[in-house]
């Protein structure tokens, strides 16, 4: 069974530092999705990543995928109250059939001024 | 494109009630997957369909849930009788087999007392 934890799971950071969110899983996959929730929406998209060393950033967001160590990072720089949210990793399993992500808890983020 | 969307957004019923919960995907997406968010499970994969075909029901929690896809722009989840252990948020996503980019829909709230 595939298993994606995130840590951590609830995060209290004041604007302009810098943080790290993590996401292992337990399988091969090369396919990594990040999402943001905001309170009561639905799941935006964020970040694919589809292979080893990939790094995609968005503004101050950086996501990265580790294959080898099942490990993708989400690094938030200097961070803003507008960021807060709940990011959840997921990972497809198919090998490129589209057949369903596994989420992780989600790590419930709040940005204090 | 109107992008996933699903109806109604919110859904308060009475236990043993029937509820069915609609969506329709986009359009020339040939995946489509059912989710329930809950605060104790997270993000659950329940059902999904491949060219209107059901693949993998094993989330389906019990056999009160029920799911069809008569056609491929449109998708039910039923829930009959109703519990209060039920109530979550519900998702449908959709993906065009080979691409990248899984879609949610804005997701039904459903509430059972």
């Known amino acids: 069974e595939l298993k994606v934890e995130q840590n951590p799971l609830f995060l209290s950071m004041q604007e302009g530092k810098n943080y790290t969110i993590y996401c292992n899983y337990s399988t091969t996959s090369d396919r990594l999705y990040w999402y943001r929730q905001d309170p009561g929406k639905s799941l935006e998209s964020l970040f694919v990543l589809l292979s080893n060393g990939a790094v995609k950033q968005e503004g101050r967001l950086m996501a990265s995928l580790d294959t080898k160590a099942r490990l993708s990072t989400l690094h938030i720089t200097a961070a803003v109250h507008d960021l807060s949210a709940t990011y959840f990793c997921a990972v497809d399993d198919s090998g490129g059939g589209a057949d369903g992500l596994t989420f992780g808890k989600g790590t419930h983020l709040i940005i204090q001024p | ?113």
């Not at chain 2, 957004?9 to 995907?25: D, F, I, N, Y």
């Not at chain 2, 659950?44 to 056609?71: C, H, Q, T, W």
């Not at chain 2, 879609?103 to 709230?109: A, D, E, L, P, Q």
């Open chain 2, 1 to 113: 494109d109107a992008g996933v969307i699903q109806s109604p957004r919110h859904e308060v019923t009475e236990m043993g009630q029937e509820v069915t919960l609609r969506c329709k995907p986009i359009s020339g997406h040939n995946s489509l997957f059912w989710y329930r968010q809950t605060m104790m499970r997270g993000l659950e994969l329940l059902i999904y369909f491949n060219n209107n075909v059901p693949i993998d029901d094993s989330g389906m929690p019990e056999d009160r849930f029920s799911a069809k896809m008569p056609n491929a722009s449109f998708s039910t989840l039923k829930i009959q009788p109703s519990e209060p252990r039920d109530s979550a948020v519900y998702f449908c996503a959709s993906i065009l087999r080979g691409t990248y980019g899984y879609t949610f829909g804005s997701g039904t709230r459903l509430t059972v007392v």
